[in-house]
């Protein structure tokens, strides 16, 4: 069965305070991982995709990176407004359709 | 370009009651999904689908129906609630099995 574990499962930062959120994943042949932000009240936002170990993809002050079993979602210097809970999903290859979801992680940054 | 729409936005039903929740998206994607997300618990898939006239369970699919009879709609149908559906609803479409695009959520209460 397809797991995926998200840890720390709540992060306080100051802002500026660099850190990195983690992803393990067990899955039978990995097609995709996604990183997800989501506000409270809110629905998930897309943030990346990943498809292979070594990949990295950067938005403003997130880097995702992907191994053979995890992923990490690195904050650079944050400021309050990247408070948010932050999802990781993966999906399988072969033919599934479904997307594997962690619990979260929640991001408090603090001013 | 709207994305993904959920109505309504909140509902309280009383235990037995019925309703439909509604999701439209207009970026004519052949994927869509209903998730429910309970707290601390991460997003659970109740039911998919992979184009109009073709639908599957998901995860938790007991006391839900679905139909999906064109690509942009793809209601959710709760018959008798129950307290145990007390939760956030969230649609979310995509054009392959990849990346999933979400909408608002709708939070519903069972009382």
């Known amino acids: 069965e397809d797991q995926v574990t998200q840890s720390p499962e709540a992060l306080r930062l100051q802002e500026g305070e660099s850190s990195s959120l983690n992803c393990s994943y067990t899955?039978?042949?990995?097609?995709?991982l996604f990183w997800y932000r989501q506000d409270p009240g809110k629905g998930p936002e897309f943030l990346f995709t990943?498809?292979?170990a070594g990949e990295e993809k950067e938005k403003e002050r997130l880097k995702a990176t992907l191994t053979k079993k995890e992923s990490f979602l690195h904050i650079t210097a944050p400021k309050p407004e990247d408070s948010a809970t932050y999802l990781c999903?993966?999906?399988?290859?072969?033919?599934?359709?479904?997307?594997?979801f962690g619990k979260g992680t929640k991001l408090t940054v603090n001013p | 370009n709207a994305g993904v729409t959920q109505t309504p936005k909140f509902r309280i039903l009383k235990i037995g009651q019925s309703m439909t929740l509604q999701c439209t998206q207009d970026?004519?994607?052949?994927?869509m999904y209903w998730y429910r997300q309970d707290p601390g618990m991460g997003l659970k898939l109740i039911y998919y689908?992979?184009?109009?006239?073709?639908?599957d369970k998901g995860e938790v699919p007991n006391g839900y129906n679905v139909s999906r009879s064109t690509t942009e709609d793809f209601p959710l149908r709760l018959e008798l609630a129950a307290p145990s559906q007390t939760s956030v609803y969230f649609c979310?479409?995509?054009?392959?099995?990849?990346?999933?695009?979400f909408g608002p959520g709708t939070r519903l209460t069972v009382l």
């Open positions: 979310a479409s995509s054009p392959i099995a990849d990346t999933q695009y």
């Open positions: 899955v039978s042949g990995l097609r995709g």
């Open positions: 990943l498809y292979s």
């Open positions: 999903a993966v999906i399988r290859k072969g033919g599934s359709e479904k997307l594997v």
């Open positions: 970026m004519n994607h052949n994927y």
């Open positions: 689908s992979v184009g109009a006239g073709i639908t």
